[in-house]
């Protein structure tokens, strides 16, 4: 079946480190996959895309998120965290072969920055 | 300013109480879209347009309706609402072609007793 997953319900990191949300998805054919990002009462802020071409996406906030076709994987990725991007993140996919609308989301992820 | 709105942001009800949650976006999209958010399941869809009087059933579409009699609007309606609808509600759009990111609503919270 098709499918978005993140793996982990929080990841915690000190501010000034990296950080890594993963994700991976499972689909016959090519997908587009994005990342969103939830703060407390908010509805979802789009961060970035992958739609086809360079495997490193690049998006708001200093995030970017580098697409492996081999392991199936649209991981989430910061350099140097900040205390400010503690949220809930989730991966979502448009899973049909050539794009379509619907998009299939992740469980999300819980990301805590601490100082 | 680009967005999507929804009303009400917070809503409790009885069950069995007829309700609408309003959706509507500025950007002339084609593709809305109405979810629900629940803890560990992520999101899920009830019901999406691809256009004016064009509706279809999205992955969790039992005990909801919805219509498309403008572009701009998709309202969010629950007939006899039940305590398993208590749940976190978006309404999103975007333009109809595969690969356009979706603009969010705010959320509409809702909390049937």
């Known amino acids: 079946a098709q499918s978005v997953a993140q793996p982990e319900d929080q990841v915690n990191v000190a501010e000034g480190n990296p950080l890594t949300v993963k994700c991976t998805y499972s689909?016959?054919?090519?997908?587009?996959l994005f990342w969103y990002v939830q703060y407390p009462n908010r509805g979802l802020q789009f961060l970035l895309k992958?739609?086809?071409?360079?495997?490193l996406v690049k998006g708001s906030y200093g995030f970017e998120a580098e697409f492996n076709k081999s392991q199936t994987s649209f991981h989430l990725k910061k350099p140097s965290a900040l205390v400010s991007d503690s949220a809930l993140y989730f991966c979502?996919?448009?899973?049909?072969?050539?794009?379509?609308?619907?998009?299939?989301f992740g469980t999300g992820t819980q990301l805590k920055v601490e100082l | 300013e680009a967005q999507v709105t929804q009303n009400p942001r917070y809503l409790i009800t009885v069950t069995g109480k007829k309700l609408t949650v309003t959706c509507s976006q500025n950007?002339?999209?084609?593709?809305m879209s109405w979810y629900r958010q629940d803890p560990g399941l992520g999101l899920r869809q009830i019901y999406y347009?691809?256009?004016?009087?064009?509706?279809d059933k999205g992955d969790v579409p039992e005990g909801y309706k919805v219509s498309r009699k403008e572009k701009r609007n998709f309202p969010l309606i629950l007939e006899s609402p039940s305590p398993n609808q208590t749940s976190l509600y978006f309404c999103?759009?975007?333009?109809?072609?595969?690969?356009?990111?979706?603009?969010f609503g705010p959320g509409t919270r809702l909390t049937v007793t």
């Open positions: 979502a996919g448009n899973l049909i072969t050539g794009g379509g609308n619907k998009l299939t």
């Open positions: 689909v016959s054919g090519n997908p587009y």
């Open positions: 992958y739609i086809t071409g360079d495997n």
């Open positions: 950007m002339n999209h084609e593709y």
């Open positions: 347009s691809m256009n004016v009087e064009v509706t």
């Open positions: 999103a759009s975007n333009r109809i072609a595969g690969g356009y990111e979706q603009y």
